[in-house]
């Protein structure tokens, strides 16, 4: 009879323990991206982890296994951000970007992509987590630029801050003599569907070409006859380079989704540029022997300097649209145009010169 009692006792309290086990333990309900080494995704809920395999069942391929040693990384996604309609689009690695400016969020890991547009390749890749790198280039692979950005997210997901710099070179162009440099700060409000950008910066560039002015060493040189020829003395040039032009910008971009696939994306950017630039003349004739007519000297006169300031303001206007028809694929055009104003200082003339013309552009974008 006690047997009896003890194992009523004991089925009981085994009963009660596995209701309340299940009710400290619910189910999950979340749904997972499980992406392998080999870059191979699934979406669906995880049933079961042992450890060693993934219980996950999908929508298309119904419950699979999957090995833990072949899982890259797992995460989270959510239907109602990372979704559009029944297609997941994750937080979209081309969200980061506009038409040529960028925003404060950051390429996830593993979040790679390139772009082509017409003027050239881009390529960009996620370093760290919140730190990316990237090449630009020209077709002819000169000029080339090295990109960097780092952004710093907040407790708040819709307000986001980062930094980036581009550094260019002129590369083999005239022999890598040229330079110039991109370095700007930026917030970003709203996510990554929909979303707006201001940013300030500062720019830099030389080009690294000679303005073509051959000032010589002022002096007097004699003129020598050697084997019955004018023996002219050779001066000494002094070349002046293209001074380095400076310009502080200011953008404001933002992108609005438009429909499943379709998204409207907006970048403006008014750049103030400045440069001042010594504008050269010199003297330089031959002295000749007045009875005989024989030239004897050359003369070589004192350098004069005229400063000439220019000041431009340049307004880049790049609307467009960009259609994601899958995750991995997306292509952008841009009616982009230019609306300038420069105005030229030299002594007391001023001169003042408006033009606009348009930039066409269309971008594909490819994740990797």
């Not at 209701?19 to 392998?36: C, F, G, H, M, S």
């Given at each position: 009879m006690k047997n009896i009692f003890t194992?009523?006792?004991?089925?009981?309290?085994?009963?009660?323990?596995?209701?309340?086990?299940?009710?400290?333990t619910p189910a999950d309900t979340n749904l997972y991206r499980v992406v392998k080494s080999n870059n191979q995704e699934y979406i669906g809920r995880i049933l079961n982890d042992d450890g060693r395999e993934v219980l996950l069942e999908t929508s298309s391929l119904g419950k699979i296994y999957i090995v833990k040693s072949d899982i890259q990384s797992i995460t989270i996604v959510h239907r109602e951000i990372d979704f559009v309609g029944d297609e997941y689009r994750g937080t979209g690695v081309f969200t980061t970007r506009y038409q040529f400016s960028t925003n404060a969020f950051p390429l996830q890991k593993h979040d790679n992509y390139a772009l082509v547009n017409l003027y050239g390749p881009e390529v960009h890749f996620s370093v760290s987590k919140?730190?990316?790198?990237?090449?630009?280039?020209?077709?002819?692979?000169?000029?080339?630029?090295?990109?960097?950005?780092?952004?710093?997210?907040?407790?708040n997901e819709k307000l986001n801050f980062g930094f980036g710099t581009l550094l260019g070179s002129a590369g083999y162009?005239?022999?890598?003599?040229?330079?110039g440099g991109l370095h700007w700060g930026m917030v970003t409000y709203g996510d990554r569907k929909n979303n707006v950008t201001f940013?300030?910066?500062?720019?830099?560039?030389?080009?690294?070409?000679?303005?073509?002015?051959?000032?010589?060493?002022?002096?007097?040189?004699?003129?020598?006859?050697?084997?019955?020829?004018?023996?002219?003395?050779?001066?000494?040039?002094?070349?002046?380079?293209?001074?380095?032009?400076?310009?502080?910008?200011?953008?404001?971009?933002?992108v609005a989704s438009v429909g499943k696939k379709a998204s409207f994306v907006m970048d403006i950017m008014l750049v103030f540029g400045q440069k001042t630039e010594d504008l050269h003349s010199q003297e330089v004739y031959t002295g000749y022997d007045p009875i005989t007519g024989v030239p004897t000297q050359t003369y070589v006169g004192p350098i004069s300097t005229l400063s000439e300031r220019t000041n431009s303001v340049n307004c880049l206007i790049m609307p467009g649209m960009r259609f994601q028809k899958t995750e991995n694929k997306a292509f952008q055009i841009s009616l982009a145009g230019v609306i300038g104003n420069t105005t030229k200082q030299k002594a007391s003339t001023i001169t003042t010169k408006r033009y606009s013309f348009p930039v066409p552009m269309c971008t594909w974008f490819y994740k990797f």
């Amino acid at each position: 009879m006690k047997n009896i009692f003890t194992l009523l006792v004991l089925l009981f309290m085994a009963f009660h323990g596995s209701e309340i086990l299940a009710q400290v333990t619910p189910a999950d309900t979340n749904l997972y991206r499980v992406v392998k080494s080999n870059n191979q995704e699934y979406i669906g809920r995880i049933l079961n982890d042992d450890g060693r395999e993934v219980l996950l069942e999908t929508s298309s391929l119904g419950k699979i296994y999957i090995v833990k040693s072949d899982i890259q990384s797992i995460t989270i996604v959510h239907r109602e951000i990372d979704f559009v309609g029944d297609e997941y689009r994750g937080t979209g690695v081309f969200t980061t970007r506009y038409q040529f400016s960028t925003n404060a969020f950051p390429l996830q890991k593993h979040d790679n992509y390139a772009l082509v547009n017409l003027y050239g390749p881009e390529v960009h890749f996620s370093v760290s987590k919140n730190f990316s790198v990237g090449v630009m280039a020209t077709w002819i692979a000169s000029p080339i630029v090295l990109a960097l950005k780092y952004t710093i997210p907040t407790r708040n997901e819709k307000l986001n801050f980062g930094f980036g710099t581009l550094l260019g070179s002129a590369g083999y162009l005239n022999q890598g003599k040229g330079y110039g440099g991109l370095h700007w700060g930026m917030v970003t409000y709203g996510d990554r569907k929909n979303n707006v950008t201001f940013s300030l910066g500062y720019s830099y560039l030389n080009t690294g070409i000679e303005t073509g002015e051959q000032m010589y060493v002022p002096g007097t040189y004699p003129v020598d006859l050697t084997n019955g020829f004018y023996d002219y003395p050779t001066l000494t040039p002094i070349n002046y380079k293209t001074p380095t032009m400076k310009a502080p910008i200011i953008g404001i971009a933002g992108v609005a989704s438009v429909g499943k696939k379709a998204s409207f994306v907006m970048d403006i950017m008014l750049v103030f540029g400045q440069k001042t630039e010594d504008l050269h003349s010199q003297e330089v004739y031959t002295g000749y022997d007045p009875i005989t007519g024989v030239p004897t000297q050359t003369y070589v006169g004192p350098i004069s300097t005229l400063s000439e300031r220019t000041n431009s303001v340049n307004c880049l206007i790049m609307p467009g649209m960009r259609f994601q028809k899958t995750e991995n694929k997306a292509f952008q055009i841009s009616l982009a145009g230019v609306i300038g104003n420069t105005t030229k200082q030299k002594a007391s003339t001023i001169t003042t010169k408006r033009y606009s013309f348009p930039v066409p552009m269309c971008t594909w974008f490819y994740k990797f």
